[in-house]
Protein backbone atom coordinates (compact mmCIF):
# COMPACT_ATOMS: atom_id res chain seq x y z
CA UNK A 1 0.00 0.00 0.00
CA UNK A 2 0.80 3.50 -0.68
CA UNK A 3 0.34 6.96 0.60
CA UNK A 4 -0.63 8.27 -2.55
CA UNK A 5 -1.54 8.62 -4.91
CA UNK A 6 -2.21 4.74 -6.29
CA UNK A 7 -2.74 1.93 -3.77
CA UNK A 8 -1.67 -1.41 -4.47
CA UNK A 9 1.61 -3.29 -5.63
CA UNK A 10 0.52 -6.60 -5.65
CA UNK A 11 1.54 -10.35 -7.26
CA UNK A 12 -0.57 -11.61 -9.91
CA UNK A 13 -3.20 -13.97 -8.12
CA UNK A 14 -6.52 -16.39 -9.21
CA UNK A 15 -9.41 -14.40 -7.30
CA UNK A 16 -12.37 -16.85 -6.64
CA UNK A 17 -15.40 -14.86 -4.81
CA UNK A 18 -18.91 -15.14 -4.24
CA UNK A 19 -20.83 -12.13 -3.51
CA UNK A 20 -24.52 -12.22 -2.07
CA UNK A 21 -27.32 -9.46 -2.39
CA UNK A 22 -30.49 -8.35 -1.22
CA UNK A 23 -32.29 -8.11 -4.43
CA UNK A 24 -32.63 -5.51 -6.30
CA UNK A 25 -29.28 -4.81 -5.79
CA UNK A 26 -26.66 -5.74 -8.34
CA UNK A 27 -22.89 -6.31 -8.93
CA UNK A 28 -20.28 -6.13 -11.23
CA UNK A 29 -16.26 -6.52 -10.48
CA UNK A 30 -12.83 -7.92 -11.63
CA UNK A 31 -13.04 -11.64 -13.23
CA UNK A 32 -16.51 -13.43 -15.19
CA UNK A 33 -19.68 -14.05 -13.65
CA UNK A 34 -20.00 -17.80 -13.91
CA UNK A 35 -22.45 -19.19 -11.61
CA UNK A 36 -25.36 -16.98 -10.30
CA UNK A 37 -28.53 -17.99 -8.32
CA UNK A 38 -31.72 -16.27 -6.64
CA UNK A 39 -33.53 -17.32 -3.58
CA UNK A 40 -36.49 -14.86 -4.40
CA UNK A 41 -35.35 -12.27 -1.99
CA UNK A 42 -31.48 -12.36 -2.22
CA UNK A 43 -29.02 -13.47 -5.65
CA UNK A 44 -25.82 -14.96 -5.24
CA UNK A 45 -22.79 -14.56 -7.92
CA UNK A 46 -19.94 -16.22 -7.96
CA UNK A 47 -16.73 -14.36 -9.88
CA UNK A 48 -13.56 -16.05 -11.19
CA UNK A 49 -10.62 -14.51 -12.38
CA UNK A 50 -7.41 -14.80 -14.68
CA UNK A 51 -4.42 -13.63 -13.21
CA UNK A 52 -5.02 -10.28 -11.42
CA UNK A 53 -3.28 -7.99 -8.79
CA UNK A 54 -6.71 -6.90 -6.98
CA UNK A 55 -10.16 -7.54 -6.90
CA UNK A 56 -12.68 -4.44 -7.13
CA UNK A 57 -16.24 -4.47 -7.87
CA UNK A 58 -19.20 -2.25 -7.83
CA UNK A 59 -22.53 -2.85 -5.72
CA UNK A 60 -26.12 -0.90 -7.00
CA UNK A 61 -28.79 -0.61 -9.54
CA UNK A 62 -27.20 -0.21 -12.84
CA UNK A 63 -28.14 0.59 -16.27
CA UNK A 64 -25.66 -0.64 -18.77
CA UNK A 65 -24.44 -0.78 -22.42
CA UNK A 66 -22.15 -3.42 -24.14
CA UNK A 67 -20.21 -4.33 -26.98
CA UNK A 68 -18.35 -7.23 -27.77
CA UNK A 69 -14.60 -6.55 -29.55
CA UNK A 70 -12.88 -8.82 -30.07
CA UNK A 71 -14.44 -11.27 -28.54
CA UNK A 72 -14.49 -9.49 -25.40
CA UNK A 73 -17.20 -7.77 -23.68
CA UNK A 74 -17.14 -4.22 -22.96
CA UNK A 75 -19.55 -2.75 -20.52
CA UNK A 76 -20.04 0.79 -19.20
CA UNK A 77 -22.52 1.33 -16.28
CA UNK A 78 -24.14 3.86 -14.60
CA UNK A 79 -26.26 4.13 -11.31
CA UNK A 80 -29.91 4.02 -12.44
CA UNK A 81 -31.27 7.86 -12.61
CA UNK A 82 -27.76 9.31 -14.15
CA UNK A 83 -27.73 10.81 -17.34
CA UNK A 84 -24.31 10.31 -18.30
CA UNK A 85 -23.23 9.35 -22.06
CA UNK A 86 -21.88 5.75 -21.33
CA UNK A 87 -22.15 4.84 -25.09
CA UNK A 88 -19.70 7.19 -25.65
CA UNK A 89 -17.14 5.62 -22.59
CA UNK A 90 -18.28 2.12 -24.11
CA UNK A 91 -17.26 3.18 -27.82
CA UNK A 92 -13.87 4.97 -26.90
CA UNK A 93 -13.05 2.18 -24.51
CA UNK A 94 -13.88 -0.63 -26.75
CA UNK A 95 -11.87 1.40 -29.89
CA UNK A 96 -9.33 1.72 -27.08
CA UNK A 97 -8.97 -2.20 -26.57
CA UNK A 98 -8.22 -2.45 -29.85
CA UNK A 99 -5.69 -0.21 -30.39
CA UNK A 100 -3.68 -1.84 -27.57
CA UNK A 101 -4.22 -5.69 -28.83
CA UNK A 102 -3.04 -4.42 -32.33
CA UNK A 103 -0.32 -1.98 -30.83
CA UNK A 104 0.85 -4.33 -27.60
CA UNK A 105 -0.58 -7.59 -27.66
CA UNK A 106 -3.64 -9.54 -26.38
CA UNK A 107 -5.76 -8.34 -23.23
CA UNK A 108 -6.02 -11.55 -21.59
CA UNK A 109 -9.33 -11.08 -19.77
CA UNK A 110 -12.72 -11.82 -20.97
CA UNK A 111 -14.60 -8.63 -20.06
CA UNK A 112 -13.98 -4.98 -19.36
CA UNK A 113 -16.54 -3.20 -17.23
CA UNK A 114 -16.68 0.58 -16.41
CA UNK A 115 -18.34 2.78 -13.99
CA UNK A 116 -19.18 5.92 -14.87
CA UNK A 117 -20.04 8.16 -12.20
CA UNK A 118 -20.62 11.96 -12.23
CA UNK A 119 -17.90 13.34 -9.48
CA UNK A 120 -17.47 17.05 -10.87
CA UNK A 121 -13.80 16.06 -12.44
CA UNK A 122 -12.39 14.06 -14.70
CA UNK A 123 -10.16 11.12 -13.58
CA UNK A 124 -10.04 7.62 -13.12
CA UNK A 125 -9.07 4.86 -10.97
CA UNK A 126 -8.13 1.66 -12.75
CA UNK A 127 -8.38 -2.28 -11.47
CA UNK A 128 -7.92 -5.65 -13.24
CA UNK A 129 -10.62 -5.92 -15.51
CA UNK A 130 -12.73 -2.87 -14.10
CA UNK A 131 -11.79 0.84 -13.57
CA UNK A 132 -14.08 4.09 -12.33
CA UNK A 133 -14.37 6.68 -14.91
CA UNK A 134 -15.02 10.28 -12.84
CA UNK A 135 -16.75 12.39 -15.16
CA UNK A 136 -17.11 16.45 -14.77
CA UNK A 137 -20.79 16.81 -15.41
CA UNK A 138 -20.31 15.39 -18.92
CA UNK A 139 -18.93 13.34 -21.10
CA UNK A 140 -16.58 15.25 -23.67
CA UNK A 141 -12.74 15.20 -24.84
CA UNK A 142 -11.32 15.26 -21.76
CA UNK A 143 -13.45 12.39 -20.91
CA UNK A 144 -12.44 10.32 -23.67
CA UNK A 145 -8.83 10.55 -22.73
CA UNK A 146 -9.35 9.50 -18.94
CA UNK A 147 -10.92 6.63 -20.03
CA UNK A 148 -8.10 5.68 -23.16
CA UNK A 149 -5.54 6.30 -20.07
CA UNK A 150 -7.40 3.80 -17.53
CA UNK A 151 -8.20 0.94 -20.38
CA UNK A 152 -4.45 1.14 -20.92
CA UNK A 153 -3.78 0.81 -17.62
CA UNK A 154 -4.83 -3.14 -18.15
CA UNK A 155 -1.69 -3.40 -19.97
CA UNK A 156 0.61 -0.85 -17.77
CA UNK A 157 -0.60 -2.45 -14.45
CA UNK A 158 -2.71 -5.02 -14.40
CA UNK A 159 -1.02 -7.37 -16.60
CA UNK A 160 2.09 -5.88 -16.70
CA UNK A 161 2.57 -5.27 -13.09
CA UNK A 162 5.66 -2.61 -11.31
CA UNK A 163 6.24 -1.38 -8.32
CA UNK A 164 3.94 1.56 -8.36
CA UNK A 165 5.90 3.10 -5.30
CA UNK A 166 9.18 2.71 -6.32
CA UNK A 167 8.88 3.12 -10.23
CA UNK A 168 5.40 4.67 -10.74
CA UNK A 169 6.60 6.01 -14.42
CA UNK A 170 5.74 2.30 -15.36
CA UNK A 171 2.66 2.02 -15.32
CA UNK A 172 1.61 5.82 -14.93
CA UNK A 173 3.82 7.51 -17.95
CA UNK A 174 3.01 4.31 -20.25
CA UNK A 175 -0.54 4.89 -19.78
CA UNK A 176 -0.61 8.85 -20.77
CA UNK A 177 1.78 8.08 -23.41
CA UNK A 178 -0.52 5.06 -24.90
CA UNK A 179 -4.14 6.90 -24.43
CA UNK A 180 -1.96 9.37 -26.85
CA UNK A 181 -1.80 6.34 -29.14
CA UNK A 182 -5.59 5.71 -28.82
CA UNK A 183 -6.31 9.29 -29.91
CA UNK A 184 -4.08 8.81 -33.08
CA UNK A 185 -5.88 5.43 -34.02
CA UNK A 186 -9.20 6.59 -33.11
CA UNK A 187 -8.85 10.31 -34.37
CA UNK A 188 -5.82 10.97 -36.53
CA UNK A 189 -2.54 12.24 -36.32
CA UNK A 190 -3.25 15.94 -35.74
CA UNK A 191 -5.97 15.33 -33.52
CA UNK A 192 -3.41 13.29 -31.43
CA UNK A 193 -1.07 16.07 -31.60
CA UNK A 194 -3.10 18.35 -30.03
CA UNK A 195 -4.29 15.89 -27.30
CA UNK A 196 -0.35 15.36 -26.63
CA UNK A 197 0.00 18.82 -26.29
CA UNK A 198 -2.52 19.43 -23.65
CA UNK A 199 -2.26 16.29 -21.81
CA UNK A 200 0.91 15.58 -21.81
CA UNK A 201 3.42 18.44 -22.90
CA UNK A 202 2.43 21.04 -21.11
CA UNK A 203 2.87 19.10 -18.15
CA UNK A 204 5.97 18.51 -19.25
CA UNK A 205 6.87 22.44 -19.69
CA UNK A 206 5.77 23.18 -16.28
CA UNK A 207 8.09 20.34 -15.05
CA UNK A 208 10.96 22.33 -16.64
CA UNK A 209 10.23 25.35 -15.03
CA UNK A 210 10.24 23.57 -12.02
CA UNK A 211 13.75 22.46 -12.19
CA UNK A 212 13.22 19.55 -14.38
CA UNK A 213 13.20 16.23 -11.90
CA UNK A 214 13.72 12.87 -13.41
CA UNK A 215 10.72 10.60 -14.87
CA UNK A 216 12.47 7.43 -12.98
CA UNK A 217 12.36 8.72 -9.14
CA UNK A 218 10.23 6.71 -6.19
CA UNK A 219 6.77 8.45 -5.03
CA UNK A 220 8.76 9.64 -2.39
CA UNK A 221 10.94 11.52 -3.73
CA UNK A 222 9.06 14.28 -5.47
CA UNK A 223 8.41 17.36 -3.24
CA UNK A 224 4.21 17.15 -3.99
CA UNK A 225 1.87 15.68 -5.87
CA UNK A 226 1.91 18.27 -8.41
CA UNK A 227 5.68 17.76 -8.63
CA UNK A 228 5.18 14.22 -9.26
CA UNK A 229 2.43 14.64 -11.66
CA UNK A 230 4.48 16.62 -14.13
CA UNK A 231 7.18 14.43 -13.89
CA UNK A 232 5.73 11.21 -14.33
CA UNK A 233 2.44 12.46 -16.68
CA UNK A 234 4.62 14.56 -18.19
CA UNK A 235 7.67 14.30 -18.77
CA UNK A 236 8.01 9.75 -18.32
CA UNK A 237 5.13 10.46 -21.21
CA UNK A 238 7.54 12.90 -23.42
CA UNK A 239 10.26 10.62 -23.23
CA UNK A 240 8.24 7.31 -24.88
CA UNK A 241 7.48 9.78 -27.47
CA UNK A 242 11.39 11.08 -27.76
CA UNK A 243 12.21 7.23 -27.70
CA UNK A 244 9.88 6.31 -30.52
CA UNK A 245 11.19 9.25 -32.78
CA UNK A 246 14.40 8.19 -31.55
CA UNK A 247 14.24 4.19 -32.64
CA UNK A 248 10.98 4.54 -35.14
CA UNK A 249 7.68 3.07 -35.10
CA UNK A 250 8.56 -0.39 -35.96
CA UNK A 251 11.57 -1.05 -33.36
CA UNK A 252 9.14 0.94 -30.96
CA UNK A 253 6.41 -1.53 -30.96
CA UNK A 254 8.34 -4.33 -31.41
CA UNK A 255 10.20 -3.61 -28.27
CA UNK A 256 6.54 -2.71 -26.70
CA UNK A 257 5.49 -6.00 -27.72
CA UNK A 258 8.57 -8.02 -26.41
CA UNK A 259 8.20 -5.95 -23.28
CA UNK A 260 4.50 -6.38 -22.98
CA UNK A 261 5.20 -10.43 -23.58
CA UNK A 262 7.78 -10.85 -21.18
CA UNK A 263 6.71 -9.46 -18.49
CA UNK A 264 2.56 -10.51 -18.29
CA UNK A 265 2.01 -10.86 -15.06
CA UNK A 266 5.14 -10.26 -13.17
CA UNK A 267 6.39 -6.92 -11.64
CA UNK A 268 8.75 -5.27 -14.43
CA UNK A 269 11.40 -3.28 -13.83
CA UNK A 270 13.34 -0.41 -16.13
CA UNK A 271 15.96 -2.48 -16.72
CA UNK A 272 13.57 -5.01 -18.30
CA UNK A 273 11.67 -2.30 -20.50
CA UNK A 274 15.64 -1.14 -21.45
CA UNK A 275 16.35 -4.75 -22.30
CA UNK A 276 13.32 -5.06 -24.72
CA UNK A 277 14.02 -1.78 -26.03
CA UNK A 278 17.30 -2.24 -27.00
CA UNK A 279 17.02 -5.67 -28.34
CA UNK A 280 14.50 -4.62 -30.79
CA UNK A 281 16.62 -1.04 -31.86
CA UNK A 282 19.90 -3.72 -31.51
CA UNK A 283 21.89 -1.00 -30.01
CA UNK A 284 22.84 0.75 -26.96
CA UNK A 285 19.83 3.21 -25.23
CA UNK A 286 21.43 4.22 -22.17
CA UNK A 287 22.17 7.16 -22.69
CA UNK A 288 18.50 8.30 -23.64
CA UNK A 289 17.12 6.71 -20.63
CA UNK A 290 19.82 8.31 -18.14
CA UNK A 291 18.93 11.65 -19.66
CA UNK A 292 14.88 11.21 -19.03
CA UNK A 293 14.68 9.53 -16.42
CA UNK A 294 18.07 9.79 -14.44
CA UNK A 295 20.86 7.67 -13.35
CA UNK A 296 19.89 3.82 -12.35
ZN1 LIG B 1 -3.23 6.32 -14.36
Redesign the pocket.
Known amino acids: MTRFP?RVFAQAALYDVTVMLPKPLEVFATGSPITSSDDGTATSTRFVSGPVREWAASFGEFDAVSTITNGITVTAYQAQGDTLDIERVRDVAARSLESFETRFGPYPYRELDLHALDWGGDA?I?YPGYTLILINTQVNQRTDFVVA??VA?EWWYAVVGNDIYREPWL??SF??YSAVIAAADRLGPEQAQAIYNSEIKAAYERNLSAGDPPAGLAITEYASFNSYYRAIYGKGAVFLATLRAEVGDDVFFAGMRTYYTAERHQIATRAAFEAAMEGAAGRELDPLFDRWLGPK
Open positions: DGEHEHDEAN
